[in-house]
């Protein structure tokens, strides 16, 4: 079956633009993360959501960045204002409650 | 403050020989480890797993190997093989877990040599 997609693979925009990435989990997957892999880094944490609920946001940087969820499938993260430093790969997984996360692909990031 | 660390950013072998990658870890708490895989313009794939009542989990060529007194892990690779160069991340959750997130360390990359 399909896995975990993201769009778009590349973003490039100006500093203090907004952005939308978007993740489309695997079909039935009611958890569903974003990470984030800064130059050199490993994956951050960021925020998980089950159905459409956040129970944790702990990992957003800032108030710059949101999320959400709609019909316990396809999540969007925005983020306003971009800075440099918001650079990264931005990286979606999905999972069963439990179990291996899968992940997508990721949004490669880059500001100007 | 970093509470997984892959110390080694890079490790090269040559085919047929074992890969050892290590992974240390801050938080006595954390009780589920992870090994992810990761190639070039893909996402991480989970490789193997190991909960905190055992030392050793095998799959084929991989096997995972757990040092709770040490809070160390490691993943062993025999015999590598050229399709295993990728970047590798270790990864710790507290399990049970209500949210499942994962902390991740830095990654290394491992290249095996025909």
């Known amino acids: 079956g399909a896995g975990v997609s993201q769009s778009p693979s590349n973003k490039v925009t100006e500093k203090g633009k907004d952005v939308e990435l978007r993740c489309d989990p695997i079909s039935g997957h009611t958890a569903l993360y974003w990470y984030r892999q800064s130059l050199g880094q490993g994956l951050e944490f960021l925020i998980y959501?089950?159905?459409?609920?956040?129970?944790?946001k702990s990992g957003l940087p800032s108030d710059r960045f949101s999320a959400e969820r709609t019909g316990g499938s396809v999540s969007t993260l925005t983020i306003q204002r971009t800075q440099q430093e918001d650079s990264a790969v931005y990286l979606c997984?999905?999972?069963?409650?439990?179990?291996?996360?899968?992940f997508g692909p990721g949004t490669r990031l880059t500001v100007t | 403050d970093q509470q997984v660390k892959q110390n080694s950013p890079s490790l090269s072998v040559q085919e047929g020989r074992i890969s050892i990658l290590n992974c240390d870890y801050t938080?006595?708490?954390?009780?589920?480890f992870l090994w992810y895989k990761k190639y070039p313009a893909e996402g991480p794939t989970f490789l193997i797993s190991i909960s905190s009542i055992k030392d050793k989990n095998e799959d084929g060529r991989f096997t995972v190997f757990l040092n709770k007194s040490a809070k160390h892990l490691s993943l062993h690779i025999v015999p590598s093989q050229p399709g295993d160069s990728a970047v590798y991340f270790c990864a710790v959750k507290k399990f049970p877990t209500l949210t499942g997130k994962l902390i991740f360390g830095q990654g290394t990359t491992l290249q095996v040599k025909p």
């Open positions: 997984a999905s999972s069963l409650l439990g179990d291996e996360q899968y």
């Open positions: 938080n006595s708490m954390f009780d589920y």
């Open positions: 959501f089950q159905g459409n609920s956040a129970p944790d």
